[in-house]
């Protein structure tokens, strides 16, 4: 699709916002939801690592934390960013998840759009409901980048991103409209709404839509996630489209996270297979080795006959789907290039809502940084600070306040027959889809705030 410095630029603009989507478990959904990129022990490497046929983003060596997650002072003028919540997460073990879902029911281009989804493996937690109009920003200098989103709908519920590279060398935007199924034992979010990557030097931009990702057993039983569907990355200047796919777990969790796609041009010639786990790694190999490989491949090798299900079995899963057992990792086919490859999560991570090392810094509130942060920036949202300093009575007395003031400021909308603007987003059509979305209207880095709505 694209050279490595491309899928380098690529990522690092925008795995951050789906890792800090996810961090909106616990808040802002004004990044998506099931979307958060997981090249784990921390997304983005400092040095900005390049390495032939893969990408290791991993902040984990030079993220050095004390005590606690104390960050040690700086060396050589890095900034140290903690690598540790305030507290740990509070156990599931002493409520009901049903109580919760009653209130909530109603190409290197390729390597990256698969990383984006990889860390919500084990990532079940219930978010925080997001807020209308709450906002995030991000810049990092030191990564050549600057972020804001909105939660621009209640209503259904609908994120808006937009994220730019600091030397103009990419825009990556879009908005994150999950539309929920509940089907009993489960919660499948469907995603809504169009991912767009512009690497500007080249002049390329590339689109696509997330997969499906369901959540199993949420009654009772072991959460746990699997993602499916097809999802097309189309290169609007050449033409070529990329198509993976994410495949179901099956009936004994045999095809559990593996993905399998290819590359073709324009004239739907297939230029490079691509095959993986979106939980591990990804590798490409030319379509003539592949299906050579495939074609002598003996049978049996590299799947484990299924056993029978006795009654017993059955019976339980009529109310528990059981949690696939992880088959072997990736075979890896001769002269297959690495793509991608996930790295650990670090130690605490279990601790820690199953967080990467880039998310667990995401939240934190650095002195001086409330003077100059919108108002709506959901760092300083009550209810997340208390959930994360493990004070959960204070978490759940601010967050029925806060939502019982959205519901009054609805109310006075609707009295005074007004409708609520967004602020940094508006409606208006993709320039290469030509679909409906959400861009950004600009303004927000000049920092002023003045007519941001009190939603805190």
């Not at 099956?250 to 230029?271: R, V």
Request: glycine content about 6%; proline content about 5%; aromatic content about 12%.
């Amino acid at each position: 699709m694209n050279s490595e410095e491309e899928f380098f630029d690529a990522v690092t603009a925008s795995s951050f916002f789906m890792e800090k989507s996810l961090m909106m478990e616990n808040g802002c959904r004004a990044m998506p939801e099931c979307f958060d990129s997981d090249n784990s022990s921390g997304e983005f490497s400092e040095a900005n690592q390049k390495v032939t046929g893969m990408i290791d983003l991993d902040t984990s060596k030079s993220n050095r934390s004390g005590k606690n997650g104390e960050r040690t002072p700086q060396e050589n003028g890095i900034k140290k960013r903690r690598t540790s919540l305030p507290a740990p997460m509070f156990t599931r073990s002493d409520f009901s998840v049903w109580s919760i879902l009653k209130k909530c029911i109603g190409l290197a281009v390729a390597a990256f759009a698969v990383s984006a989804v990889a860390s919500q493996w084990e990532r079940t937690g219930k978010p925080f409901n997001p807020l209308l109009g709450e906002t995030y920003e991000l810049i990092r200098d030191d990564l050549g980048f600057r972020f804001i989103s909105e939660q621009v709908s209640h209503h259904p519920p609908i994120s808006a991103f937009y994220s730019e590279g600091l030397t103009q060398d990419f825009i990556f935007h879009g908005s994150i409209y999950p539309k929920l199924k509940f089907w009993g034992k489960s919660v499948e979010a469907e995603p809504r709404g169009t991912i767009t990557l512009e690497l500007l030097k080249h002049n390329e931009a590339y689109t696509w839509t997330n997969p499906t990702c369901c959540v199993h057993n949420i009654i009772i039983g072991k959460l746990w996630i699997e993602q499916y569907g097809t999802v097309e990355i189309l290169n609007h200047r050449t033409g070529d489209k990329c198509v993976l796919n994410f495949k179901p777990c099956g009936l004994f969790g045999k095809e559990l996270h593996k993905i399998e796609g290819y590359i073709q041009d324009k004239s739907k010639k297939k230029l490079f297979v691509i095959y993986g786990k979106w939980t591990e790694c990804l590798w490409g190999i030319d379509p003539v080795s592949y299906e050579y490989y495939k074609k002598h491949e003996r049978k049996g090798d590299h799947q484990k006959k299924a056993k029978a299900v006795d009654d017993s079995e059955k019976s339980e899963s009529d109310v528990v789907d059981e949690v696939p057992e992880i088959q072997d990792t990736v075979q890896v086919i001769p002269g297959s290039e690495l793509l991608w490859r996930i790295n650990t999560r670090p130690p605490n991570s279990s601790q820690m809502y199953n967080f990467t090392s880039f998310t667990v810094s995401l939240n934190e509130l650095e002195k001086g940084m409330e003077k100059i942060l919108a108002p709506t920036d959901c760092r300083l949202r009550p209810d997340i600070r208390g959930m994360e300093n493990g004070n959960m009575d204070l978490a759940s007395q601010e967050k029925e306040r806060l939502e019982e003031k959205q519901r009054e400021a609805r109310k006075e909308r609707a009295k005074d027959e007004q409708e609520w603007h967004t602020r940094w987003f508006y409606q208006g059509i993709n320039p290469y889809t030509g679909a409906s979305d959400w861009l950004y209207s600009g303004g927000y880095f000049d920092r002023n705030f003045s007519d941001c709505p009190d939603i805190y």
